[in-house]
């Protein structure tokens, strides 16, 4: 006690974690920088393909993840959260099912983040969502029969490209953006002669300049949780400029020479 103020009584938190996440732990970090009371707590499990196939919903079976949770409890977590998305495809039964096993399992309270979501929207009583969703049967051939139509030459569509991607970049995370682009952007590069190994470098630029671009750059805000003045996130985002200046400046460079993307491959392979 200092200056007759009490800090709050500690609290940890339980995250299960897929083990093909790379961003819950950083983001965590960023969110709970101001809350030192507050620490999180992880525990991985094996989850690397979402798919339908029998191989893929197995990662899901309750045994690994009560494991985890078991290992968790061991820490005296005050709560246990699954950081996974399953329930969005599996169904809200499955997870409020997990939910009650690792509670009843390991004594902790347990949520998950699809139900956490319908949780929110009950409490801001929320009565309309929309969905956006890609549905990619004929979206792709369609899509490049369209571009094609176009008569875009592959520098042209290449800069559109850039500023489609950055200005996606600013509002969606790196996975969702590769999950809902790469299916249909693919098909309309290769069609105009754009190297499949050279567009994966490029949607790896994009993508990360996407991680320093507001309002959801992801590495902003693990930048503004870990420095230690507390000055304004304004400030974080003026510092990011010059690099997104380069990231820009260099593709545009591998657009003009893109051997420097393709001359190691190319050696490699023998073309």
């Given at each position: 006690m200092t200056g007759g103020?009490?800090?709050?009584?500690?609290?940890?938190?339980?995250?299960?974690?897929?083990?093909?996440?790379?961003?819950?732990e950083p983001l965590t970090a960023a969110l709970l920088a101001r809350?030192?009371?507050?620490?999180?707590?992880?525990?991985?499990?094996?989850v690397t393909e979402i798919a339908l196939s029998a191989a893929a919903l197995g990662?899901?079976?309750?045994?690994?993840?009560?494991?985890?949770?078991?290992?968790?409890?061991?820490?005296?977590?005050?709560a246990i959260a699954w950081n996974?998305?399953?329930?969005?495809?599996?169904?809200?039964?499955?997870?409020?099912a997990l939910c009650a096993a690792i509670t009843a399992r390991t004594g902790a309270p347990a949520t998950i983040s699809t139900l956490a979501t319908l949780d929110a929207l009950a409490a801001l009583e929320a009565r309309r969502i929309a969905f956006v969703t890609l549905a990619l049967g004929g979206v792709a051939q369609a899509?490049?029969?369209?571009?094609?139509?176009?008569?875009?030459?592959?520098?042209?569509?290449?800069?559109?490209?850039?500023?489609?991607?950055?200005?996606?970049?600013?509002?969606?995370?790196?996975?969702?953006?590769?999950?809902?682009?790469i299916p249909v952007a693919l098909p309309i590069v290769t069609a105009v002669g754009i190297d499949p190994i050279w567009f994966g470098i490029f949607i790896v630029l994009m993508?990360?300049?996407g991680m320093i671009t507001p309002p959801v750059g992801m590495n902003l805000y693990v930048v503004q949780g870990v420095r230690g003045d507390g000055g304004p996130f304004r400030d974080v985002v003026r510092g990011a400029i010059p690099y997104v200046v380069i990231m820009l400046l260099f593709?545009?460079?591998?657009?003009?020479?893109?051997?420097?993307?393709l001359w190691l491959p190319d050696g490699m392979y023998g073309a």
């Open positions: 103020f009490t800090s709050p009584d500690p609290v940890r938190l339980g995250m299960l974690t897929p083990s093909s996440n790379t961003a819950l809350t030192p009371h507050v620490t999180a707590h992880f525990a991985r499990l094996r990662q899901f079976d309750h045994a690994p993840q009560l494991a985890a949770a078991d290992l968790l409890a061991d820490a005296k977590v005050h996974g998305t399953a329930g969005g495809w599996r169904g809200f039964d499955a997870d409020r899509m490049t029969a369209w571009v094609a139509s176009l008569g875009l030459t592959a520098t042209g569509l290449l800069l559109a490209l850039i500023v489609f991607y950055v200005a996606l970049g600013m509002f969606m995370d790196v996975l969702s953006m590769q999950v809902l682009t993508c990360e300049l593709t545009l460079l591998i657009i003009a020479f893109p051997q420097i993307v």
